[in-house]
């Protein structure tokens, strides 16, 4: 069984400061690693993924994450915050053996002019 | 750039009505799927299809739910008699195939349904 942790539900930051927003998964094989975005009242919209290959990947608006098996973490960074990036963040597994992306519980980040 | 599309963006109904969800994937894709997010809570998993068949389903899946892609566009999720727990955004996704490079799922903006 695979699962996500997210740690922080709710996290503040100010314009221009860095982003960090945390995934810890679980999986018992290789797994593909996911960060979506979700605007309000909008979809799941795909920030960067995590297959194969190097462990720092990058993503759209800035963003980056970086894969660290031991750690078994999918962190999510931005150098510099903009008010457009207030939104929730969903950290997503699947295992490369199944179908289903399971999610976190999500951050919801709030930027502060 | 294509996109996955749904509707109605909302439903309202009774208890124990029926509803249908529609989706319409992106055109070349072959794997489907339905998730659910209540309110407040984390996005679950519900359904996958492929080569017109379920190929996996969640707990929450139970006969009330059916999925269908009746004319190769569009892909449906029926809920036979709708419970007050099934109000909820319903997300449909799709994805392209399988491999690194098409593992990503696209997701539509969702169905809000609320039952009374």
């Known amino acids: 069984a695979q699962s996500v942790t997210q740690l922080g539900s709710h996290v503040s930051v100010s314009e221009g400061a860095l982003v960090l927003l945390r995934c810890n998964y679980s999986s018992s094989v290789p797994p593909y690693l996911f960060w979506y975005v979700q605007y309000p009242n909008q979809g799941l919209q795909l920030l960067l993924k995590y297959t194969t290959g190097a462990t720092l990947v990058k993503g759209i608006n800035g963003f980056e994450a970086e894969f660290k098996k031991s750690e078994t973490s999918f962190h999510l960074t931005k150098p510099s915050a903009h008010m457009s990036d207030a939104a929730e963040y969903f950290c997503a597994v699947r295992n490369n053996a199944g179908n289903m992306l399971t999610f976190g519980g999500g951050t919801r980040l709030m930027v502060k002019p | 750039e294509p996109e996955v599309t749904q509707t109605p963006s909302h439903q309202v109904t009774q208890m124990g009505q029926e509803v249908i969800l529609r989706c319409v994937p992106i055109s070349n894709h072959l794997y489907f799927y339905w998730y659910r997010q209540i309110l407040g809570q984390k996005v679950e998993f519900l359904v996958s299809f492929y080569n017109n068949e379920i190929s996996e389903k969640s707990e929450i899946f139970d006969d009330q739910f059916s999925v269908e892609r009746p004319d190769g566009s569009n892909f449906t999720l029926k809920i036979r008699s709708t419970k007050l727990e099934d109000s909820a955004m319903y997300f449909c996704?799709?994805?392209?195939?399988?491999?690194?490079?098409?593992?990503?799922?696209?997701f539509g903006p969702g169905t809000r349904l609320l039952v009374l």
């Open positions: 996704a799709s994805r392209r195939g399988t491999g690194a490079y098409q593992e990503t799922q696209y």
